[in-house]
Every structure is written in C-alpha cells, then in structure tokens.
C-alpha cells in the first residue's frame, strides 16, 4: 500500500471499521503496528458480541490525550512525526507504551530534555517504564537548572516522594540554600489549598514529611536562619536549638558525636557532579554484532567533575584466538579532558563497567576497575574483551533484548577525592622551561631584587594557576642585602568570579637533584584564597644555599633548580 493512500486513508476514514471518538481508523493497519490493537480487536468466541465488533461502535479512550493520539495514529500510518514536540512528548509516551510501539517510545524520547512540557512529569515516567538512562538525563538537567525550576508551577505538581529526592541531591547547583527552604513553603502550601486545610505550621510539616529533613538549615546564614525560619514555626525547639548550636560552635565534637541530635545534613552541595552513570543503548545489535573489528558505537557525553565522559563499545579480536574469527565486545570508558592544558589530570576512585541486565531478577554482568588516572596520554580504560559477542547475544543469558534488538551497557564512575583536585605545578629554573635559551638560574641570581619569573599556567577546579619566582631580600638574617628565592602560588579568578572564595592547601617544594636528598619544602594548609587575596607565598632559601651543589638542588649541568607546588583545591564558593 502506497504512502498516498495510507495518507488518504487516514485523512478521510474512507472504509474505516473502527472508530474512535476522536477520528476513524482501520483495524488492519493498527494490528500490523500494535500487539496491543491486536488484542483488542481479536474476536471474543465467549461473548456474543464484542465491544469493538461493530464498525459504528465509538471507541473511548480516555487516558491518552487527544494530540497524543492524534500523533500516535499518524504515526502508525505514515511513520511520520510532524506534530511531536517537546508540549506533547511525554503523552505521546505514554501511549506508545500502552499500545507497544518501541520506535514512538524511541522517538519520543529523542526530544531535548530543555524543550519538554515538565522535566519533573518526564522524570517520574522515565522511572515508572525503568527508563534508567532518560531518568538520569532528566535528573543532570534538574540539577543543572535547580535554581529556576525549583520555582515554577510544575514543581508544585510533584509528589512527596519526588520532592525527597530532589531536595536530597548533593548535585543542585542553587545560589543559596534558603532557595530550597522558599521552594519547600511554595510546595507545602499548593499541597495545603489542594488538600482544603489550613496553612499553618502544623500543617506544612506535616505535608513536607521526611523532605523537610532534606534541607540543609545548618548551611544557612545565622541572619536568615533567625529572622526567616525561626519565625515560620515549622522546626522544633530542639530542631532550632541544635542548628543555633551548630552556627556558634561548628566544629564542636557535641554535634558530630551525636551528643547534640543533628537532623539535618550539614555537608554542601557541590557545583560538580563527582559521580555519575553513564548509559547507552546499542541499537541494532545483531548488525552491530557482525559488523568489522575496531567497529564502534559511542554513548552520549555527560559531565562528571567538569568533563565530558562517553561509552565505548567495539568489536574486537578474541586474545588468544588463533583463529582470529571469534569476536568480543570490548567495553571503554572516555574522558576528554581540557584541551588548552597538556598537564591536566584526573583520578577515578573506581568504575564498575555493566552489561544491564534485560531480564527481571537476571544479574548484570560487571566489571570494576579501581584508581586509575586520566591524563592527555591515557584518556580512556576498560575491557578489551569484556564478553564474548557469541555469549551477549545468547537469550538465555539474560542480556540481549531480542525485541527491541538492543543491549544496554552502563558505567558507573566515581571522582576520587569528590570534593578536591590535585595537580602539581613545574617551574624549571633554565633554559628548557619557559626562559629563553640565554637564561639560566646563575644569571637570575645576580639579577636585582624584585626580578621574577613565571611559570607557565595549569587549571585547577576553573581557575588558573601559575608559580612565581622572584629575588627578595633575607628579613631573617643580618645582611639584608643576602638574596632569597621568593616562592610564590599565584591565582587568577576569572573577571566574573570577583565575589569567589575557597581553601586550598599546598606544599612547596624545591626538588632535590640527587636521591640521597630529600626536597626542600614548607606548607600551608586550609587557606582561603579569594579576588582580594589570591596568592600565598614561601620566602624559602637564601641563593647561596640553593647554588650549593652539596645541598642537592642545583643542577650545575643543566645551570637550573625545579620548583615544584602541590596543590589541593576545595570546592569553590560564591
């Protein structure tokens, strides 16, 4: 049957012998698309009649919206998807679900998640049909835009156990915690006048339920916690006694012993997402699976800890197979690190690589690998043979989804340190660093005071970092003309950034030139650094101890000394 006159048919209904409510349609057309049509329509021997046996039947289905349906049936007839959008996604769904058509499940979810109705309703769908890897999109873009959705009418529509959820994640990137406390009341309240009952105190805390103890009260400023919340009534006197507690004695052992009872979470949220699962479908892989070695199929990115992270998956030769004709699925995890950096690096506590399990109750298949580091050499890990292709397409085996001709993989990642970043600054004292070819540490050191120099820059947690060496008079000794090596950690902030602060420790170094010596260093820990004073400084040796070749740090070969700073940078707050 030609696209015209399924085309026509739709249109016009022209020998249409079933109808709905809302347009007639053809019930060999729907059967072909839908086992579920299919059901519906087979004549039922036991009855003497069936509901749908008689074309003039009108048939009423009441929980699928009309635009919904309207695209689903233009769908199945011409395979076009015109009038999806981004208002009517979920719907359609919905119904592609019910009726069991998985390319209109495909297509729908193919909507950016930024142009969809209510992100909250898709997120409670994508949980309902155990749709893992829209779900998590869904949550990254809650996250990421928390401070605004928290605000608007959808939020108000969702339930409790929703609002536990979001209120609970480390990952919201909001402005100020007392933006989830203004959120909750606005919730608390619609839920109130939807329920017909006072909004009083009593009443708030009690629809909040365990979400109240999701908000991180011992985050706010003492200001806002006694003029704003004290006031509404909703917390206990303990509950207030405990928080005042915590404001005028933070670092009391009374509270993280558990003397004092601290209800709520005292930790912060963090700008960057440390752990995340990354998810992908390989469709059609019974085509994948006979495709060439080295064949691959990439996963859609995500961030984790500022970076893009993807799935991997290519066919590769079986190791050990002298035959080279048995294939295996190797199983990689990508990191693309910052590209205007060659000296970044980052570390992975641990990622558990799965093949997701496409049968209920089946285990998936799993592999961990434990402290590895990213660097612009080593920019992905995993498997190379991680199951056979003969074992993942077994039905028996629980992981291949003959239906949908699809195998799910996931990876599961988590940042070691999930609040900090460490890299180490190298300033080499010679020609080959950043000096000219000319200059050299003995030229340097009969330069005048103030001279420096500046390494180049690495970027740690945002922000760029540089070491600046610099010839300063000896405050310490008697002869105040003896020169010292000013050792200095230099942070630049971006312009737009002025009102950022954040702790950072390091540990100068001069590194020792000989294996006997141990580096010459000092350190300051839990330091805060923000746009007014973004630098710390070691006034280390004097020049006579660095150029003496027994102390171990001066390369007469080469004419250099190497600074070194390692550097750990907490989260950073504005």
């Not at 039922?44 to 048939?59: G, I, L, R, W």
């Not at 919201?172 to 329920?195: F, M, T, V």
């Not at 479908?281 to 995500?302: G, L, N, P, T, V």
């Not at 001069?510 to 330091?527: A, G, L, M, T, Y």
Request: glycine content about 4%; aromatic content about 12%.
């Amino acid at each position: 049957m030609s696209q015209l006159v399924v085309k026509h048919l739709l249109s016009t209904g022209e020998d249409a012998d079933v109808y709905f409510l809302l347009l007639p349609a053809h019930k060999l057309i729907l059967k072909h698309a839908s086992d579920v049509f299919e059901a519906m329509f087979r004549f039922d021997a036991k009855k003497e009649f069936s509901e749908f046996a008689s074309a003039n039947y009108p048939v009423e289905v009441t929980d699928v919206e009309p635009a919904a349906f309207k695209v689903m049936l233009s769908f199945i007839y011409t395979g076009e998807l015109a009038e999806l959008n981004g208002d009517n996604a979920m719907a359609v769904l919905y119904a592609a679900k019910k009726y069991n058509i998985p390319p209109l499940v495909n297509a729908s979810l193919q909507i950016p998640i930024s142009e969809l109705r209510n992100v909250f309703m898709a997120y409670v769908q994508a949980k309902l049909y155990e749709l893992e890897n829209f779900a998590y999109h869904c949550l990254f873009y809650i996250d990421d835009n928390a401070d605004d959705l928290i605000k608007s009418e959808e939020f108000l529509q969702i339930d409790q156990k929703i609002l536990c959820e979001i209120f609970g994640r480390d990952e919201l990137k909001i402005r100020e915690e007392i933006s989830i406390w203004n959120a909750a009341l606005h919730w608390a309240d619609a839920k109130c006048r939807q329920n017909c009952i006072e909004r009083s105190a009593e009443n708030r805390r009690a629809v909040l339920g365990p979400a109240l103890f999701k908000i991180r009260f011992p985050l706010f400023s003492k200001e806002d916690f006694s003029e704003k919340i004290v006031p509404s009534g909703v917390l206990s006197k303990g509950e207030v006694i405990a928080i005042n507690y915590f404001h005028s004695f933070p670092n009391c052992h009374g509270i993280s012993d558990g003397l004092i009872p601290m209800p709520f979470p005292t930790n912060g949220r963090i700008s960057d997402r440390k752990k995340g699962t990354l998810l992908m479908d390989i469709k059609k892989m019974s085509e994948f699976a006979r495709e060439e070695i080295k064949s691959s199929r990439y996963s859609e990115k995500i961030y984790i800890n500022g970076f893009s992270w993807q799935i991997q998956a290519q066919i590769e030769k079986k190791n050990g197979n002298t035959e080279n004709n048995e294939k295996c699925l190797g199983f990689y995890l990508l990191y693309d690190g910052p590209k205007e950096d060659s000296n970044w690096r980052c570390c992975v506590h641990s990622a558990t690589f799965r093949i997701v399990s496409a049968t209920k109750g089946a285990e998936n298949s799993t592999g961990t690998l434990a402290d590895r580091v990213f660097d612009n050499k080593s920019t992905n890990l995993g498997f190379e043979n991680f199951i056979s292709v003969t074992e993942l397409m077994e039905p028996n085996n629980g992981f291949y989804n003959k239906s949908e001709n699809k195998v799910t993989l996931a990876i599961d990642v988590t940042v070691k340190d999930a609040k900090m970043e460490k890299l180490i600054l190298y300033q080499c004292i010679s020609k080959g660093a950043f000096f000219t070819e000319n200059e050299k540490v003995s030229e340097f050191a009969r330069e005048i005071f103030w001279s420096q120099r500046i390494s180049e820059t690495v970027h740690i947690k945002g922000f760029s970092w540089k070491i600046l060496a610099q010839i300063r008079k000896n405050l310490l000794g008697t002869d105040n003309n003896e020169k010292c090596l000013g050792f200095r950690l230099l942070c630049d902030a971006p312009k737009e950034a002025k009102n950022c602060s954040f702790e950072c420790s390091a540990t100068f170094r001069i590194v020792s030139q000989k294996n006997d010596v141990p580096d010459f260093k000092d350190e300051f820990n839990d330091q805060l650094l923000n746009n007014k004073l973004n630098w710390k400084s070691f006034h280390s040796i004097s020049f006579d101890e660095l150029m003496e070749e027994e102390n171990g740090f001066y390369n007469r070969e080469d004419d250099k000394v190497t600074l070194a700073i390692d550097v750990t940078v907490k989260e950073a707050k504005t």
